[in-house]
Each structure stands twice: as C-alpha cells, then as structure tokens.
C-alpha cells in the first residue's frame, strides 16, 4: 500500500456541511403524518406506581395514544444489559453480579428521577407534552439511597429489595502481595479521593424516528446512536422480527462520548408506537429529558494506601473503591473492572490489591463515558503519587522518572486479565519519553524556576503532571465493506458510527491508500444497518483500529479483484499490475494505463461477449484483534490559583501522546482538544448534581457548567508514534484520551501552586468555593 | 421542553401594553428580550395565560443623558447600552460586558433585566450603585421607584401586576470620579456568585464620596452603606480601603445555593470589594 493519503493532514471532508449547517440530524428527519411523542417522567427518586389514570390525557386535542406499561404488556420484554463478562476474565477474577429487570416503561416501581412512567403519541411536541401533564399518577413515595458508600452498608434502603444488597458489582482482586509491600514500605499514604458524578452533554440530544411499513412488514428507524447494529439487536426480540426486517440509520451525530452507546428506553418505544399505530413517530430528547435520564457517568471514591521507599520508589498499592451505578446495573463488570485494569498505569508496581463495590442508588443510570473508569482511577493513582512526592520531598517530575516502566521493560506483563479476558500486557510506548516531552514543551523546569518569584508577588502558580496508559480499540471486531460502482468509484460502509470524529475522512484515507485511488473517490458511510450485516459501533476508542483494520482488509480483497480483471485486460500477467491514482497498469509501461472505471465496465457481460471477469468489485472484512492496544499520554497543566476567591485560571496544556500509527494528525489534534475541554470540565467545572432524597439539582446547563471556549486554554500536543504491533496498520486509539488525565494534572497544578499552604485537594470539581475551603482548611 | 399554552399579544404602543395588564393582571407576563422568560416558558416553571410582547412597542428605545441624569428606554438592548456607555460610563460598560454573552446581550433589554430582577444579575446592581430609579407606567398613571425601594426579593420588585417598565434614569457620578467592577462567576457569562460595583469621587486628599453595591450575595442587590460611611472623608489609603471592605457583608444576609455557600459568598464579597475601591481609588488618582 503506497501512503499516499495515511498520515497527511487532510482536511475533514465532512466539515463543509457542518459549517453551512447542512448536516442531516435525526431531528432533520421528516415524513408524510408525522407524529410527535412526550413522555411522563418520574418526579421521584424512588416511588411505587399504584395506579395511572390516562383518561384526561387520552380526550385531549390532538392526542393519538397513552401509553403505560399494562397498555404494551404484550411488547414489553426487559432493556438489554452490556459488558458480560468475558471467559478469561471470570475464570480470574470471582465477580459477584446482579442485573435487575429494567422496562422501557416503568412497570410497578420508578428508582431515579426521570424513568419512564409512560408515553404520549400526538400530532405535535407541545400538544403531546401538555397531555403528559394530565396524566395521573398515584405514586407512593418509597425510602430512596443517594450515597454509594451509604447504600453499600448494611439497612441502607433497597433499591431492588430482590438482592437484599445494593452492591451489584463486588470483587477483590490483586497480583503480587500488596500487604507485604506496603509492610516493607518506609512511608505508606493513605488518602480517600473522590471524583464526582459527570457526564458526556453533547451538543445534540438523543432523538429517535420511526417508520412501520406494514406492505412488506420492515421497520426503520433513524436513531442519534453510536450503536446502531446494537439498537437493531434490542429491536429484533423487542419487536420479534428478524434483522433484515429492521433498518437502524444513525445520521449525523452531534457528539456521543459513550452517552450515546447504551440502550435506551425510547430506543424501543418509538419504533413500538410507529408500529402499534401504523404511523411514523419522532421524539427529540430536550435538555431537560437529557440530564435526568440520558446516562450518567464517572462518580467513584478511591481510599487509596500507597508504599514506599524512603527514596520514592513505589513499593505497593492498596485501593477500596466505590463505584455509584445508579439505579440498574446496565454495565456490569465494565466500568468497575475498567477502574481496575487502569489503576497502575505508567507505574512499575508489582503488588497490587483491590476492593471493589459497585452500588446501585436512586439516580440516574451510569454508562461509560469517554475514559469509562480512566480518568476517576487515574485521578486517584496520581493525586496519591503526588501527595507521597510531597511527603518525601521529591519533586512531582523526578517521582515519576522513578518509578514509570522503562521501554526496555515492554512489552510488561501485569500477570492479570484485561477487561476482554485476554493477558493485560502493553504492547509498545515510552512512558518516560513521553514524560520528558511533555515536560520539555511545558517548559518545566523554566516554571520551577520563576514560581518562588512570582509567589513572593502574590502570584500563586502551579504545575501539575498526569500520565495514563490506556486500553483502546477493544474488539472483537468491526464490520466494513467495501464496493465499486460502474465508473471504479469507491463506496465504504462500516459499523462504526461517525459522531463528530472525522471518520469519513481518515476511513477515505485508509480505503484510497489501499485501492490506490484518489481520495475524492471515496465515499464513507457509518451505522446503516443495512449497508454492513455485522458490526458493533462506535466506543472505547476503537473505530479507527477495528473499522480502519477491517476497511483496509475489504479494500485489499477488491484490489485483488481489479489487479486480476485489469491483468486480463491488458493481457499481462497479474503480477506486473500495479494500481495507482485510480488507474491500472502493466508495471514499467505507463502507457497502458486505464482507468478503474474502464476495469469494471469491462468486466461487465455484454450482448456481444463476457466481461474480462465477474464484475464482482466488492468485499466485507470483520477483522478481528487479538486484544486491545495500549495508548499512553503525559498532561501537563499549568495554573494560577486566586487566594482569595480560590478561582483556577488554566494557563497552559501540554498532552504528550502515542496512539500509534495516526492516519490523520489534524484529526488527532482535534481529538485531544475535545478530550481536554472534556477532562476540564470533570476538573473545574461539571457536577452532576443529587440532594440525599435522590432528587436532582442540575436540571439545566445552568446549574451544570460545562466548559466553553472561553474556560479553556492554549492546548499545546505532543505526537509519539510507538506503532502497535497488534494490527496491520500499527494503530491504537485516541478517542478518549484528551480526558483521562486533566481532572487529576490540573488538581495536582492546584495543589502545587498552594503547596505552601499545605493545600490538598482531594475531590472533584475544584470549584472555587472548593478550592477557597481548603486553603482556609489549611490555614485553620 | 414546549411552552404551556398561552394568549399572545403584540401592542404597538405603551397605552395598549398598559391596557392589556390592566384586563390580565397576575396572569400576563411582559415578553422583552425573552432571555429569561422564555426558557422559563419552557420548561414550564412560568405558566402565564397571557404573553405581552412589547417589543413593537414604539418609545421606549431612547437613551438620554443631560449632565449627570442618564435616561435609559426600557426596550434599549443591553448591547446597545454596552455600547453607548463604553467611552461615556466605563463603570457601566464594563458591568454590561458581564451580562452573558454578547447574543444574549443584543436581544436582552435594560428594563427586562432590572424588572426580572435577579440578585445575580449586572443590571440591578448598577442601577443601586449610581442612585438609579424606575419609570412604571400603569392606567393608573406613571410613578418612579427609586432603586433602593425597587427590589425586594429574588425576582421580586415594587411593580404591580399591571405596571410597565417605561424608562430607568441613572445618576452619573461626576470627575473626577474613578470606578471599579469586580465579579466572581464559575464561568464567563455565568450568572455572579458575588460583584461588586464601585463608584467614587476623590477631593482634597480624601474619599468625598463612595457608593458601593453587591450583586450575587444575598436575596437583592445591596448598597453597602457601612463601607460607604467607613470611607467618607478619610484618605485613599490602603489601610483605610482594607478596613471598610471588611464591612461589606455588615448586616448582610448571604445566600448559599449550588455554586458556593453562604460563607464563600461574604468571604469573597469582602475580598472584591477591596479590590474594587482600590481600582476606583487608582482611577480617580489617573483622572484628577
């Protein structure tokens, strides 16, 4: 494959669209009768439903249909659950697992603010929500938990009562001996750190269309969804039709983060009532619907002990951690395991225990969002490396020198599994180079120099450092298939879903390379059920691995193809055809060139003779990957902290990378830069928001504050490049990385700019009043 | 996140709004820029039966300023004021430069802002600290509220429910008159957790007059009378600056919400004040 394309800064094709606000979203989807859906939401944390009394609501102008959970008993069949455990791993880790039932509409018991008590179906938004308001509904309020470290003790209220337990998730697990190293350890640290509750926000809610066609019984349903193949599994046992039969199109995405990766409720009520009243059927979430029951995210505690030698070399570490799932345990070991799978990191420790309890409470459900565990354990890893530092008088630098692994060490063995049961080794990197170079760009040692000045001025700067190694592109695999119409242009379908990534740009990039055609070539299309048979979608950092591998194995077979119709055409043998900016010819002789489109045409039987061979220029691919690649990154953030109103100015962000091969530096920049608004946000800014009966305090982006353009600063990145040695393209992935490490560098930056205070900021967001209470901790 | 439904007006003309309050009373709302209402619209927590849109009507878009009286038309933008105020009342300028964002500014109204009063909001404050009044207009006739009188709680002012805001009139300080804006908010454009406002004239080596208004710490904007009678008369000095800013929150009563609690609010009221006297002090210095 030449790299004419892979590599180069190619400017995203899909942009222009965006720009004129011409992208088609799935509120852009309209049809012919057109109905509208408002759904009643539960007002309480946790409250039985003794009786709903639609009777109002149903006689109201426009109304079509109310629907509550008797109303569809027929259809209703429990919400998917995610993240079963894989072989290898339960075979070493003994989990303890509970799902309870979750329904579409709420069946007898609503356990979060915001579940589904029933459904409105009229002939506009507002007439359907007006009638969701004369809905009555006997609730009977019923105790609710809110803390998870409340719930997971014994008398706290039950959320599913069936368990007699809120702990959903339990485990412990270790490699080497954690006790006696911190035993033989000169100092130990303990400290407890919390992360708050915080989640993805995208820019556009999630939305669902639907359309019965009952001539040739076919559903098809345009969801805002990074999943789209998985939408379509809900939908095959939800409506009792095969897959063929359901058409699930993700459109344009205005952002997913993993928010938009779990299954949902209205994923399968909309398509219900199109089918139920033979009429198409829209609902766009609004904001308000979207905070209280689109997925949550983050939210753990971490009582960390950490040990080590008088020198700062990290002997062990001990972590009990709390993880809040919320009402249902929709992803089982995932985020959990993901917390503890991540908990090292870049650190060359061999003893290592965990405690682990996921909880249920009456909020909202978690779901993984861009880190999925990263950011919350690598907040707890390295504000504890920092606090240790501190103690021993090491500089935050030269502690991580110490003890981050070697590249000569790699590839490094934990001796447990990864999250998808195959060996946790990483593959290939260097953490210390990263370290350095981060370190180099931020100017470190130019900052130590100048912040004891500048402090005598009243000026209280800080530099604070974070390092991840990360998991990405868990497979198994990603669907793609490739095809060429009658003039050698190229049509690419995969299963990975476009959600603001540049996909139809990087994916052109791989498929032109391989193809040896033209970019403007190219066309890319993501999440149309229809277009790729098998897929899984977009998350956990895998679509460029998995989609970009399986692109460019398709690519390869129908290159293959050309390369023996184009031989028989220009009478050469296959060997000396060579493909090159959409044309074949016989090596050596580029007079012969002919362009693909004329190879096809020239396959294709005419009344006079056959083609030169089957015109069959098309292939799939479902490339599988032995485990996942691990990305790695140092941060760097640099901050002014106001003493006396505790308020945290970000100066300066450094991110020093490897995500392997990258196919598109622009691409991967911008992926950073979101990743880090992101992780700022969890730093200074979003909290998700409960009081202790469950009820939610930020119902609007008012309350909770999400970073913008303003709040953020220069973001300066770094590219390593340690290609994978676990996929043909040498990839790992980048999506979520941005995020992981800005919560705990820029708390560490606090902490460092107030370390003559004695500062220790040990929870999430750090606010200003937060930030202003612990420097008045500290001087009480 | 749609409107509960409601009755629509459109008057052309102040007498017609008038009207229209008279016959709806409670049940009307006045739509200006719609910045505040209209979200509460949607998300249902204000359910009028009637909307009273006033922005056709013709008048009330005038700014005017006659020596140190200022007279500002309910309808004028907040953007537009921003902008008139930037070389004339910097003070002003400068506080409407932190009334959201710049969109929200040019739709956003004076009068719509100073009538939907909301402790933590710009406008309320400014009209406190330059000795402002209210113009409101009802069939009953046309009364002025004097700022200190107007507000009276969160989203809670003197007007009746068949009252119009027509005009705000605003008390330029005079030269050399120096000035200080300080605001804490999570995030720019946020709504203040704690400001301050500062308007100060110096004579003869000493403070002649200094008039201070919070925003953003207790149920209403306040004037900070102790720190205004703490500094009457006395020298610019730091000390003297240090000492009465730690009188801000003197009687006043500090409101904790999701953002900070109460005790942030004071402690960074105090913090802000001194910081703002010692700008106004700086360019009363530069403008003598």
Known sequence: MGAKYFGAAVRRREDPRFLRGEGRFVDDVTLPGLLHAAFLRSPHAHARVRSIDATRARGMPGVVAVFAHADLGRWMKPLPVFGATPPGLAAAVRFDVRHAAQWALCKDVARHVGEIAAMVVADSRARAEDAAEAIDVAWEPLPAVADMVAASEPGAALVHPEWSTNVAVGFTHGIGDAERALAGADVVLEETFRIQRYVGMPLETRGVVALWDRRDGTLTTWNSTQVSHFVQQGLVGALELPPHKIRVIAPDLGGGFGTKASGYPEDVLVPLAARVLNRPVKWIEDRREHMMAAAHARHQTHTIRLGARRDGTILGLADRIFLDLGAYNVWGIVLPYNTVAHLIGPYRIRDMKVDVKGVVTNKTPNAPYRGAGRPETVFAMDRAVDCLARRLGIDPAEIRRKNYIRPDELPWDFGMPYRDGNPLVYDSGDFPAALEAALDAAGYDAFRREQPTLRARGVWRGIGISGYVEGTAIGPFEGAHVKLDLTGRVQVATGAVNSGQGHETAFAQVAADTLGVPLDWVTVTGGDTAAVPFGVGTFASRSGVTAGNSIADAAREVRGKLVAAAATLLEAAPDDVEIDDGKAFVRGAPGSAVDLGKVVQASIPTFAKPGVAPPDFEASAYHHVPTVTYASAVHVAQVEVDRGTGYVRLLRYVVAHDCGKVINPTIVEGQVHGGVAQGVGGALFEEMAYDSEGQLLTGTLMDYLVPSATDLPPIDTVHLEYPSPRNPLGMKGLGEGGAISPPAAIANAIDDALSPLGVRITETPASPARVLASIETARA | ?288
């Open chain 2, 1 to 288: 996140m749609k409107p509960a439904p409601f009755e629509y007006f459109d008057p052309r003309t102040a007498d017609e709004a008038v009207a229209l309050l008279t016959t709806h009373g409670d049940d009307a709302k006045i739509l200006a820029g719609g910045q505040s209402l209209v979200p509460m619209l949607a998300l249902r927590l204000a359910r009028p039966t009637v909307v009273v849109d006033v922005n056709r009507v013709s008048g009330l878009d005038g700014i005017a300023q006659q020596g140190p009286a200022l007279a500002v038309g309910a309808l004028v933008r907040q953007r537009a004021l921003e902008r008139w105020a930037a070389e004339r009342v910097p003070l002003l300028a400068t506080a409407l430069g932190h009334v959201g964002h710049a969109p929200i500014r040019a739709r956003g109204t004076v009068g719509g802002s100073i009538a939907h009063a909301d402790p933590a909001s710009e406008l309320p404050a400014l009209l406190l600290c330059l000795d402002g009044v209210v113009v409101a207009r009802s069939a009953r006739g046309t009364r002025t509220i004097a700022a200190r009188d107007f507000f009276q709680g969160p989203l809670m002012t003197a007007l009746a429910a068949d009252e119009l805001v027509t005009e705000t009139r605003w008390t330029v300080p005079p030269a050399p008159a120096g000035w200080g804006f300080r605001e804490m908010a999570r995030r720019h454009g946020d709504f203040a957790l704690v400001g301050v406002a500062v308007a100060l004239t110096l004579g003869r080596g000493a403070i002649a007059e200094a008039r201070v208004a919070l925003f953003g710490a207790s149920a209403t904007p306040v004037r900070a009378d102790a720190v205004e009678r703490a500094l009457r008369g006395q020298p610019p000095t730091e000390a003297v600056i240090g000492d009465a800013a730690r009188l801000a929150t003197a009687g006043v009563d500090a409101v904790s919400d999701l953002h900070a609690p109460a005790s942030y609010r004071a402690s960074v009221a105090r913090t802000l004040t001194a910081r703002a006297l010692a700008d106004a002090v700086a360019r009363a210095k530069d403008a003598a």
